[in-house]
Structures are given as C-alpha cells and as structure tokens.
C-alpha cells in the first residue's frame, strides 16, 4: 500500500502536491479577481509627476462642486497665416473633487473657424514645485486630448491633440473648442503673470494662470528682499 498517497489502479499520487496545486489555483483565481476588480472601477485621480506622461489623457468630471475664484475670460491668441482663438482660464477654491486639496485650474481652448490649421499642442508653466494631477473633464464637451505630460523640470505641463481611434480625441481643427483641460494642485494660490503658449504650424504665447511660485521660489525672493534692506540700512 501507498502510505499517506491515494492507490489509483497501478499509481500512487501524493497528497503534498495536490494540496500545493490548490493552493496555487487559489492564488491565481485571488489575484485574476483583483485585476479584474481594478480594471472594473474607475480611477480616480491622475497623478501628474515631474518627467511623466498620461497616456491616454485622464477624462474625470473634476472640479466638481467647486468655488470659482476667478476667470480670465477669452483671452485671444494668433499665429498670422496658421492659426487663432482664445484660451478661458478659471481658478476653482475649494474644489471638494481635488484630492491634494489646493486650487484647481482649469483652461478651455477655442480655435477660431478662419484658422488655416488645427492646433496640436497646449502648455501652460508655473508648476514647478507642486504636486498636479492632470485631467479633462467628462462628460466630454469639445475634444479631449490623446495625452498629457510634465517635463523633467516639473514648470510646464502640456496637452496633445492628435487622433487615437477614441471618438472623443483628435486635432482641434478650425471651429472647434478642447474640452475642459483640469490641472489639480496643492498649491495655496494663483498667479496671473504664467504663459499659455499654444503650437501647430507656428508659435505664440500669452499670459495664463498657474499657482503661484513654488515655496523655494517665494523664500528666495523673500531672502533677496531682506538682504537689499540690511544693505540699505548700512549704507546709511
């Protein structure tokens, strides 16, 4: 007799192996149910870090319940000979929806009908130093973009409008508006001296809101300022 085995016909199976093999299908059918369970409810919050890029671009309702501060209205930008329209920047505080609890920005592109091309390219600075979390807002009302990204530097933060077989991605072609572009921060306040610059076929730039300078920014501005008042003073 086979001890401690079970005697099928002419073989003797172990019960160490059996046991292992159970237990391995439950690990198995534990972690299928995880990915399954991870892919089924939706993300929220889109961690925007230095260096990093969101492919595809993250679509969540944000700001949602939130107080305007302040809006630029439609500011106009142009490119002679390729394209223009207008950027609508907004600054939300508080903003219940933004997970790392600073003011929310928000900017909507519109290129003008007349435009000779589309505009592939949005990126607005100011962001160094503060964490971000990048996003456009769903329902989608406009065009949505492919991707988002932050250079290495963690300043510029960009949006890509180029096709990628989603019904709600694609160039912002003549007469068309972007969706609401959503940047959550940490940061306690805005600024108004940032620059939206926008690209596709050429080049331009106008002043934008982003949070204010980072803290080292602020300390050594702070620390410049103090220095020229003790040096004033012994002057006298």
């Known amino acids: 007799m086979c001890e401690g085995r079970h005697f099928y016909g002419y073989h003797c199976i172990k019960e160490e192996p059996l046991v292992k093999l159970k ?4 690990l198995a ?4 149910l995880a ?4 892919y089924a409810t939706p993300a929220r919050g889109a961690a925007l870090v230095p260096g990093s890029v969101l492919i595809p671009g993250a679509a969540e ?3 949602v319940g939130a107080t305007l501060l302040f809006t630029t209205g439609a500011v106009p930008f142009a490119v002679p000979g390729s394209f223009s329209g207008t950027l ?8 219940p929806s933004n997970p790392l609890g600073g003011v929310t920005l928000t900017y909507l592109i519109s290129n003008d009908a007349a435009s000779a091309n589309s505009i592939g390219r949005f990126t607005v600075d100011g962001y160094s130093g503060w964490g971000t979390d990048g996003s456009y ?7 949505a973009p492919a991707s988002i990204d932050r250079n290495v530097s963690g300043d510029v933060i960009g949006y890509n409008f180029v096709p990628t077989g989603a019904p709600a991605t694609g160039f912002l072609i003549p007469g068309g508006s972007s969706a609401l572009l959503v940047v959550q921060t940490d940061a306690p306040d805005y600024t108004t001296s940032a620059l939206g610059s926008f690209i596709d076929g050429g080049v331009t730039s106008i002043p934008t809101l982003a949070p204010v300078p980072e803290p080292s920014t602020i300390a050594l501005v702070l620390g410049g300022l103090a220095s020229l008042g003790v040096y004033r003073l012994r002057r006298r």
Do not use: E, F, L, W
Not at 23 to 26: E, P, V
Not at 35 to 38: G, T
Not at 137 to 143: H, L, R
């Open 88 to 95: 609508t920047a907004s600054v939300y505080d508080p903003d």
């Open 35 to 38: 990915y399954m369970v991870s």
């Open 29 to 32: 059918a534990c972690v299928a």
């Open 23 to 26: 237990s391995y299908m439950r």
């Open 61 to 63: 309702p944000d700001p």
């Open 137 to 143: 807002q769903t329902p989608v009302a406009g065009v």
